[in-house]
């Protein structure tokens, strides 16, 4: 079995430079850490050119993060959780060893003061079957892998330091089958604190809310798509993977009808919240396509929009093929897969559309991870 020196370390990375404090050299996260920003960049944009070869002319530069932005931003972690010498830590497994990052600067101070304040408070006991933490802004989760409640005494201390550790909500989550999915729809637990929490542009998110990690990059993908969908009075958008509507009340905003779909039903009811007046569908949107049609019906005459944000495996074959029959002008894509955005292109190009703007976003800095905003424009989407 390996053993891991947990020690807080200092030293020479791969490829020059030094890791900062609470960097481990073992952490595998941020493997462009040993890079400049502007070498990560420039491999992270050319990587894109080579998955996206057909359409490299219509690469355009990439929206990268600042020197400051790129410390410090991760504000939605998942970490396992162990007992390790009469303490509770936090981080990633290696092999069978949990190695600590409670202290990894890539993460906000929220995180860091979070992480702290549990690593205080909670019990000595390690036949506590926690087994993951999940934060998402100021919510934060354990997960329990276990259908019955632990004894909860501990919660008391949360009173002493929650709100300075910048935390809003802490729940308890019993999972007894959670791994590679955290979450389930049962047994959550407030143990402290309010149920929901809003972001800095007054979104309300709970405890399982995705949000990307740099909120100027993510405004700015929001702005670029905006200005090309170009939603107005009588036009119908329909936004898939919608989230906590973000994105749809944006397009309500400009006059437009709005339907989203989303499978989380938590997401659901936040973004009834952001975006009252949007019409909502749960459930996958392969699923929901009769609805939409239906939503669609009135709106003959209108000039059809879509905004989609789906996950790393793309859209849904039966949307892909969905969306040209449905008669879009204009499609704009936010995608995290290079691999599965192109799969998706071929065929809505070979459908009738033309992809005009490729725009990459560097949502994860410090990562080999980025993220591309695809316009495309229906053929007979002319002056």
């Known amino acids: ?50 998955k996206l070869a057909p359409w490299a002319d219509r690469l355009a530069s990439l929206e990268g993060a600042t020197e400051t932005e790129s410390w410090g931003y991760r504000d939605r972690v998942r970490l396992h959780v162990r007992h390790v010498n009469g303490r509770w830590r936090f981080g990633m497994l290696l092999g069978d060893e949990l190695l600590p990052l ?47 409640r632990p004894d909860l005494t501990w919660t008391k201390r949360l009173d002493e330091g929650g709100a300075e550790s910048g935390l809003e909500g802490l729940w308890l989550h019993l999972h007894p089958s959670a791994g590679r999915r955290l979450f389930a729809n049962r047994e959550w637990i407030l143990l402290w604190g309010q149920k929901r929490s809003q972001d800095t542009r007054g979104l309300v998110y709970g405890p399982c809310a995705f949000q990307q990690l740099l909120p100027r990059l993510y405004e700015r993908s929001l702005d670029e798509a905006e200005a090309f969908l170009a939603p107005r009075r009588d036009d119908a958008a329909v936004d898939l993977y919608c989230g906590n509507g973000a994105s749809l009340a944006r397009w309500l905003r400009r006059g437009a009808a709005v339907v989203g779909v989303e499978l989380s039903g938590e997401a659901m009811e936040n973004a009834a919240v952001n975006g009252p007046g949007a019409s909502l569908l749960r459930g996958c949107c392969a699923e929901r396509i009769p609805q939409l049609d239906s939503f669609l019906s009135p709106h003959a005459r209108s000039r059809r929009l879509a905004y989609v944000n789906p996950p790393r495996t793309g859209l849904e ?67």
């Open 317 to 383: 074959p039966e949307v892909a093929r969905w969306l040209p029959r449905a008669g879009f002008r204009r499609i704009a894509y936010l995608s995290c897969s290079a691999g599965t955005l192109r799969r998706d292109m071929t065929l809505l190009e070979e459908a009738g559309y033309d992809v005009l703007r490729l725009r990459p976003y560097d949502f994860f800095p410090r990562t080999r991870h980025v993220e591309c905003l695809a316009l495309l424009s229906s053929r007979d989407d002319r002056p």
């Open 1 to 50: 079995m390996m053993k891991i020196d947990v020690t807080p370390t200092t030293g020479p990375a791969i490829g020059g430079g030094s890791f900062p404090p609470g960097c481990s050299p073992l952490c595998r996260a941020c493997d462009h850490r040993s890079l400049s920003r502007e070498e990560s960049e420039a491999q992270k944009r050319g990587w894109l050119a080579s």
């Open 102 to 148: 409670e202290d990894c600067p890539v993460h906000s101070s929220r995180v860091r003061r979070s992480l702290a304040l549990l690593g205080r408070i909670l019990p000595d006991d390690p036949l506590l079957p926690l087994a993951f933490y999940a934060q998402s802004g100021a919510q934060a989760t354990l997960i329990v892998k276990s259908r019955t």
